[in-house]
C-alpha cells in the first residue's frame, strides 16, 4: 500500500480546471473540498504513522474520505463545462 497523499487534483485531473473554479465560485464545494483535505491529510498521518490512531479510527476516516470523494465526483460531473 502506497502512503501518498490522495489530493482532489490528483484524483480527478480531468476535472482540475473544474475543481479550481468550483473552489473560488461555490461555497458548497469549497466547503466538501476543504473537509475532504483535512480528512485527507489526516488518513495520510495515520498511514505514515505521524499519528497513532486504532485501527477502527483509520478505518472509520477512510471511509469518510472515500464518501467525500464520491460526493465530489458526482458534483464535478454535474458542473463541470
Request: aromatic share 6%; no cysteine.
Amino acid at each position: 500500500m502506497t502512503h501518498t497523499p490522495h489530493e482532489l487534483a490528483e484524483e480527478f485531473p480531468e476535472y482540475a480546471e473544474t475543481i479550481h473554479q468550483l473552489k473560488t465560485t461555490d461555497a458548497h464545494f469549497k466547503k466538501l473540498a476543504e473537509e475532504y483535505h483535512t480528512v485527507n491529510r489526516q488518513v495520510h498521518r495515520m498511514e505514515t504513522e505521524v499519528e497513532a490512531v486504532s485501527s477502527d479510527t483509520e478505518k472509520q476516516a477512510r471511509e469518510r474520505r472515500l464518501h467525500l470523494k464520491d460526493e465530489i465526483a458526482e458534483y464535478l460531473k454535474q458542473h463541470a463545462g
